[in-house]
């Protein structure tokens, strides 16, 4: 019998709410940094963030944001994809995946609990 662990809602509490000029259907699921105070904006090739969106408003005024907890399975750049254990990690492509930022210690470390080069997804903690 094959068994496979799951990390979905671990360590996860609530969303928190920021002002953005998010695109509620566009941009669902992608890394954000803070660009002003109490607001978000899309995380730039190559810079840190502080989560993920994961539900925009109706009006594209607020954007609810995971910035704790386990993120399973998330897209990773081709030959980027960050390692098992602690690794730096950036936003990259229009903050839809994410790679390993090398040969720094200014980024965060992220511990990545699942690294998977053939689908090029990671499992990381925020």
């Not at 360590?11 to 509620?24: D, P, Q």
């Not at 890394?31 to 925009?56: C, H, Y």
């Not at 998977?116 to 499992?123: E, G, I, L, R, W």
Request: proline share 2%; charged share 20%.
């Amino acid at each position: 019998m094959a068994r496979s662990v799951n990390f979905e809602g671990i360590g996860f509490t609530n969303l928190v709410y920021f002002k953005s000029a998010l695109v509620r259907g566009t941009d669902e699921n992608k890394l954000v940094k803070l660009s002003a105070d109490e607001t978000v904006a899309l995380a730039g090739n190559g810079e840190q963030f502080i989560g993920i969106v994961r539900v925009i408003d109706p009006f594209d005024a607020m954007a609810g944001v995971q910035i704790d907890g386990i993120v399973e399975d998330y897209p990773a750049v081709t030959g980027e994809v960050p390692a098992l254990g602690f690794s730096h990690i950036c936003a990259h492509t229009g903050s839809a995946t994410v790679e390993t930022k090398s040969g720094t210690l200014l980024y965060k470390l992220y511990r990545v609990l699942k690294s998977d080069d053939t689908a090029d997804v990671c499992t990381f903690i925020l």
